[in-house]
């Protein structure tokens, strides 16, 4: 069962959470002088309308029409009931998910890729670079920045730039120059490459080496695709599409569920019903991040400051981290690979409005074929998180016999991940 908006029903304004913080949002530091950064620093990596948004205490920021008319080319997304799976497990629950693989590169990320790549083109750049895990983020951005005339050069972690070489192949085929990271091509990369040219890097180094090559390229500046206020921003499209079809049901959610990397797509789904958490409209709601054993970010790091790449390039900010040196296991939810978190999700966790689970990776792949076998779509192995939090709700439900309503966020479809299926269904997936 679907329900489907209008084109003309794709939110017009980006909803911004700050409002609603139960207390300020620590500000990111200066490492050399332990001082608030002031947007001015930002400058050097960003553009003057993204360092605006960065900070912004506004509760709606205008959806520019050139964004709005890429958008268009698949949003609105469309909302699923999941009533195969429902029956499939013999639960009462009611489980609703929003469908973000229908983009062209098959993620949530081009929510924000667009709104990038535009700021950047009205700021006179000329080319962008940026890092990616799994490679979602990176061919969304190449996708993006195709539509504004601009460079993209992208440094993939190198586990993912040999695990996935379809999502390289459509980077390049959208205009990207790929690199593998850490790669001899930066300072930042080349202090790994060298000890070991087969290292299989991790988002902290390619940022790294992204940001690097920002500061010192001209008319270029970097794009971060996850953790930072701006990004989270874009990216509540998701959650406002899914609101209003929510009522179409006749439904509001008794829990909304995300899988957690950085942050960006799980804030997505959530911060526009965190809103009415946060308000008191629905005290009840429980908001639920999901992330991967392998990288525990929420449910075992520190919450304390950090910094966002693994050299230390740039500030400091406070987040739940496992250490920026930290290097995860190679494992196939690369968009889930990161040491730290969004600020804004680490304060609503901290503050106690967002919850976290962890799974290991052969249960979220047992989760994924399930969903797969009932509701058609093979999901991104990041999304199939979401989908374990999602079944053992929908389970506990089955045991108590309650009617609860589960909504959570498909953020990518998993056909660039099939190598991964194929280890799982051989029983060759490693359970690291």
Known sequence: MKYFLSESQIPKRWFNI???????LDPPLDPQTGQPVSPDKLLAIFPEPIVEQEVSDKEWIDIPEEVLRIYSLWRPTPLHRAKNLEEYLGTPAKIF???????????HKPNTAVAQAYYNKISGVKRLTTETG?????????FATQFFGLECEVFMVRVSYNQKPFRRILMETWGGKVVPS???FTQSGRRFYDENPEHPGSLGIAISEAIERAVSTPDTKYSLGSVLNHVLLHQTVIGLEAKLQMEMA????????????GGSSFAGIAFPFLKDKLTGEKPNLEVIAVEPKACPT????????????????????????????????????????YHGDAPLVCLLYHEGFVSASAYKQREIFESAVIFARTEGIVPAPESAHAIRKAIDIALECKKTGEEKVILFNLSGH??????AYHMYLKGELPDT
Not at 18 to 24: C, R, W
Not at 315 to 327: A, C, E, N, R, S
Request: net charge negative; charged share 15%.
């Open 414 to 419: 998993g056909y660039f991940d099939l190598n």
């Open 97 to 107: 998910y929003k469908n973000e693989s229908v983009s062209p590169p098959g993620s």
């Open 18 to 24: 700050v409002p609603y913080l139960p207390k300020p």
């Open 250 to 261: 006749g439904y509001y959610p008794d829990y909304v569920i995300g899988c957690i990397g």
């Open 182 to 184: 850490p790669s001899p």
């Open 298 to 337: 929420l449910t075992e790091g520190e919450y304390r400051y950090d910094y966002g790449d693994t050299v230390g390039l740039t500030p400091l900010i406070k987040m739940y981290t496992l250490g920026h040196d930290f290097v995860p296991p190679p494992i196939h939810a690369g968009g889930l690979r």
């Open 134 to 142: 799994a490679g979602q983020w990176g061919s969304s951005l190449s």
